[in-house]
């Protein structure tokens, strides 16, 4: 596994995802797939959710996750049946709410994409104190430019100039041509 | 906004909402790597299972998206 260290003022926006992956991480392997991840690395750009792919689990474990993420200050829009049929069995958005502006959307592996991204997902640790984990650029670059809003070509770049040193940029480049999408435009700075 | 959404160019693209980001980036404190571990996932058969879903996975983020997003101009076909 690829492990960055970063420093950095803590935002409230960062305590809240922290104490959330905290929980998380005792129960599933999960990865920062959204524009936090830029955001945690530097970018300044305003955000309301912060997307987290899981790994499927069985109930027994979803249901401990559900109950220690209700006792810690979250709240969930659905009682913890539909919150597992929606998240596992209906592969659906689920939205965990926390108490102060921002909400975290849960999604859990459907897709290829998805399986990359788990497997193989980076560890960062903030400050030497706090550790997350997040998708592999070699993904999640190609993946923005195929989005192609204005914010997503801004992450992709921004990201791109980041992880320079660790991307491993011959898979990047097979993913970013398997899409359809061509990286000449960053290549090129 | 849609028309010069279809009116720009890759350059222009590039100019007005990527490279700033490179530079921004450049500024922000660096990351420090600790370890570039070794991997064992097979990546080309991944490849090769993602060419065989990649359609529908691909349609189904369309969907979400608005027309006339910029995702034209990075089609490998256009360069």
Do not use: C
């Amino acid at each position: 596994m690829r492990v960055i260290k970063i420093s950095k003022e803590i935002t409230e926006l960062d305590e809240i995802v922290f104490k959330f992956v905290s929980i998380l991480e005792k129960h599933v392997r999960y990865v920062i797939v959204s524009g936090y991840v830029a955001i945690l690395l530097g970018e300044n750009r305003p955000t309301q959710d912060v997307d987290i792919l899981i790994e499927n689990i069985e109930k027994e474990k979803a249901e401990k996750l559900y109950e220690e993420l209700s006792s810690s200050g979250f709240y969930f829009a659905e009682n913890f049946k539909d919150f597992y049929r929606f998240l596992f069995e209906l592969k659906e958005k689920v939205d965990i709410f926390s108490e102060k502006l921002w909400y975290f959307d849960l999604k859990s592996v459907k897709d290829f994409f998805d399986v990359f991204s788990i497997e193989n997902r980076i560890k960062v640790i903030v400050n030497e104190r706090f550790q997350l984990f997040i998708s592999p650029p070699e993904l999640q670059i190609p993946y923005k430019i195929y989005l192609g809003a204005d914010k997503d070509l801004k992450d992709a770049a921004f990201l791109y100039e980041k992880f320079k040193e660790i991307v491993d940029r011959e898979k990047m480049r097979r993913i970013a041509n398997e899409i359809g999408i061509s990286l000449k435009v960053l290549e090129n700075v | 906004m849609f028309r010069k959404r279809f009116e720009t160019s890759v350059e222009e693209i590039w100019k007005e909402y990527m490279r700033p980001y490179i530079f921004l980036a450049r500024k922000t404190p660096k990351i420090e790597v600790v370890e570039i571990g070794r991997s064992d996932f097979d990546f080309n058969g991944w490849l090769e299972n993602l060419r065989a879903q990649k359609k529908e996975i691909l349609r189904r983020i369309k969907t979400f998206r608005e027309p006339g997003n910029f995702r034209r101009f990075f089609k490998v076909k256009d360069f």
